[in-house]
């Protein structure tokens, strides 16, 4: 969105909102508990309190074959161009979700995993890396922005209709975050310029009363 004139300060109006979109048919996403502001929000309060409509007025304005192709690059899994791909509805594994946030995290530079932190050879000598190789994907002044965006799930000033979605989760240190939910998991990914944490809990069946199994990620950038 901060490619196509959108601000942390650009409104949108969210209320409860039937789209018909061509091609596709009628599409009803909801708030968390339906609960709405009815009013123009901010990209900021949107971002801070997971509002779903402002979401997907914002795909439909990118256009879902452009979200779609930025999402492939980050998972193998199938991308389909749907509108409830606005609001995370594709799988990803926690580490590829992970290492999206850690694009962020790096102001913009895909860093290609690996599970390794140091080699140690039989004298007791650090073997020196090169280092992940990475791929620049998205300008540094624009991911900046995001993460600074990004902050407002902790920000008890945006408490109008909806809290923010961590407000009752505040680090002692300064992190950017965003959370997610279905009826049978969640997750939360947290980040700043020196650390990555990414938790899931839930079930990889989708079954309401099994959320007890839980995945984490921690990554020291």
Not at 50 to 74: P, Q, R, T, W
Not at 112 to 123: C, L, W
Not at 194 to 200: D, E, G, H, K
Request: net charge neutral.
């Amino acid at each position: 969105g901060l490619l196509n004139d959108f601000t942390p300060l650009t409104k949108l109006e969210s209320k409860k909102t039937t789209f018909k979109i061509k091609g596709y048919g009628e599409y009803t996403p909801k708030n968390y508990n339906d609960v709405y502001p009815n009013r123009e929000i901010t990209l900021l309060e949107a971002i801070g309190t997971s509002d779903n409509i402002y979401a997907v007025k914002l795909g439909l304005h990118l256009g879902s074959e452009n979200f779609k192709k930025a999402i492939e690059f980050f998972t193998e899994n199938e991308v389909k161009a749907v509108p409830s791909l606005f609001l995370g509805s594709n799988e990803m594994s926690l580490l590829e979700l992970a290492c999206m946030y850690n694009t962020f995290a790096s102001l913009g530079n895909y860093y290609y995993p690996s599970f390794y932190n140091k080699i140690i050879d039989f004298n007791d000598n650090e073997i020196s890396l090169n280092g992940n190789s990475y791929k620049t994907l998205l300008l540094k002044k624009l991911v900046t922005i995001l993460n600074q965006a990004l902050l407002s799930p902790f920000d008890k000033r945006i408490n109008k209709t909806n809290k923010p979605t961590m407000i009752n989760y505040i680090p002692n240190v300064k992190y950017s975050a965003k959370s997610g939910s279905t009826n049978s998991d969640s997750y939360v990914i947290g980040y700043n310029p020196n650390y990555l944490i990414a938790v899931w809990t839930g079930s990889d069946e989708g079954n309401l009363i099994s959320m007890s199994p839980t995945k984490s990620i921690f990554l020291d950038l």
